[in-house]
């Protein structure tokens, strides 16, 4: 985060040529770009079998309706429930799958997985609920770079006023020592399972009454995201091939002395906003309540949102093909690259157990509406 303060300076600051160095670093390596391969549908694994009238309503529950997207989703519109002879030739009529593949390696690249965790807590802080779920802080500020650069268009810088300086806000750790100026929402019973809940970027709160508070992401404190579980395998005390989230909770049980350290290892820090009791799924990053198992989270530099995405993968527990046509309709702060995506399973602990294992290779064709030049990535 200071880098990125930093950042913000040279950008708009006049700064006098240094002269060259004796012994130059080597350079940084460029960005990661996309490419856009044209691919035909027989050639896309398992597409011959592939049942679409599901991957139809979850597209239909987000589309685009406007720029290359809006004449297939009035056409989606009209295709009838339950016919999957329809459902197929809406999306070879409508449009062309292109490979993903990135600059910085092959054409595959990691899928995981994600939920919407159920934890016990409470509206009020209790000895058994003490672990406070923040609502946005009042000293949150949010730097937007667009009016800066548009080389940076995609760039919000987080912090606050200490003085006359914009300073980096306050890490996971700190936060959890000092506080911050915002609503709880609810107080939760277990740190880790809030921890995985802020990971996860929405769930349900179950109060001690049965009812249930569905909260969503608002805002996050800008640091990096860490994985606890590269950290936990960092120091020996997880082999990498065990880095579930089961196991990562396990261990969080064992060893309660060096957990604060542990979890502080990832100084980013979600903040919630509560939700209206809904019936269907958390709304993902459009808006809209996401699908389980239709619905995927993408990094949308390389993938728009609200698009159709072929996914060819392996379900870990049974290591038997997933090939399936998804929509992108959310994103996430680990997900970064062309080739790599959030699977969504779904609501409460059984979709855990499958999310928390979900770590395949895999790889990814987007589908892009015919006649329309692929995009250009941001």
């Known amino acids: 985060m200071r880098s990125a303060f930093l950042a913000l300076i040279v950008l708009t600051a006049g700064c006098a040529p240094l002269a060259p160095c004796p012994k130059c670093p080597p350079p940084k390596p460029a960005p990661e770009t996309a490419q856009y391969l044209e691919f035909t549908f027989d050639g896309l694994p398992g597409w011959p079998s592939a049942g679409l009238e599901r991957s139809l309503r979850a597209f239909l529950a987000a589309c685009p309706r406007s ?48 939920y919407e965790p159920i934890i016990d807590g409470s509206r009020t802080q209790s000895g058994a609920n003490r672990y406070p779920i923040f609502g946005v802080p009042e000293d949150l500020i949010v730097v937007d770079l667009a009016s800066v650069n548009p080389d940076v268009r995609n760039m919000r810088l987080r912090g606050r006023i200490d003085g006359r300086r914009v300073v980096p806000y306050l890490s996971r750790g700190e936060i959890d020592a000092r506080g911050v100026p915002a609503q709880v929402i609810a107080w939760a019973a277990d740190p880790v399972e809030l921890f995985f809940l802020q990971i996860q970027g929405s769930g349900q709160i179950r109060l001690e ?93 390389f993938v728009p949102l609200g698009a159709p995405v072929y996914l060819a993968t392996t379900d870990p527990i049974t290591e038997q093909k997933l090939e399936r046509l998804m929509a992108a309709q959310d994103t996430g702060g680990a997900i970064r690259g062309a080739v790599r995506a959030d699977f969504y399973f779904g609501t409460g602990a059984e979709a ?27």
């Open 67 to 114: 720029g290359a997207f809006s004449q297939p989703c009035a056409r989606a519109a009209a295709v009838p429930p339950d016919d999957p002879g329809a459902a197929r030739a809406f999306f070879e009529t409508n449009f062309v799958p292109y490979a993903l593949v990135s600059s910085d390696g092959p054409d595959s690249g990691l899928i995981t997985g994600y």
């Open 209 to 301: 009454s049965g009812e249930r508070i569905r909260i969503g992401f608002a805002d996050q404190n800008g640091h990096p995201y860490r994985s606890l579980g590269r950290y936990l395998v960092d120091r020996g005390e997880l082999p990498l091939e065990q880095t579930s989230m089961q196991n990562i909770k396990a261990w969080a049980a064992a060893n309660p002395a060096r957990l604060k350290e542990a979890l502080n290892s990832n100084p980013s820090y979600v903040f919630f906003r509560e939700l209206p009791p809904a019936a269907e799924g958390p709304p993902g990053a459009l808006g809209v309540p996401l699908t389980a198992e239709y619905s995927l989270a993408v990094d949308r530099r």
């Open 352 to 378: 855990g157990v499958a999310a928390g294992r979900m770590r395949q290779q895999g790889r990814m064709w987007l589908m892009w509406p015919r006649g329309e030049p692929p995009p250009r990535p941001d």
